[in-house]
């Protein structure tokens, strides 16, 4: 079973930046892909960025695409999702999720909440105008 701890998160004015590292415990080495997806006030989870274990796929939503940057370093586990140019609208729990099972197909695949096995307890980010 994988642990999944989300950090990082926080109060940050519109146009501003965060990072969010999510460390990875417990049978990593089993890890395929993993995903940040964010819920906000009111609506349902939704994806915002995947990358397969080896880094060299990722995929993002239309809406965080230019602004957010996920990234992996496999020496500590870690997942980080690297956010620019906040907006008010990006105000969510962010949630980390990660996959075992392989998957070989398009990266679309990643975008959806059953693609993952593992979830973290979320963090959140709060963006002011």
């Known amino acids: 079973q994988v642990q999944l701890v989300e950090s990082g998160g926080g109060l940050v004015e519109a146009g501003g930046s965060l990072r969010l590292p999510c460390a990875a415990s417990g049978g990593t080495f089993s890890i395929y892909a993993m995903g940040w997806f964010r819920r906000a006030p009111g609506k349902e989870r939704e994806f915002v960025a995947a990358?397969?274990?080896?880094?060299?796929?990722?995929f993002y939503a239309d809406s965080v695409k230019g602004r957010f940057s996920i990234s992996r370093d496999n020496a500590k586990n870690t997942v980080y999702l690297q956010m620019n140019s906040l907006k008010p609208e990006d105000t969510a729990v962010y949630y980390c999720?990660?996959?075992?099972?392989?998957?070989?197909?398009?990266?679309?695949?990643?975008?959806?909440?059953?693609?993952?096995?593992?979830w973290g307890q979320g963090t959140q980010v709060t963006v002011s105008s």
């Open positions: 990358v397969a274990w080896s880094g060299i796929s990722t």
């Open positions: 999720a990660a996959r075992i099972a392989h998957y070989y197909g398009d990266m679309k695949f990643f975008t959806r909440n059953d693609a993952y096995d593992n």
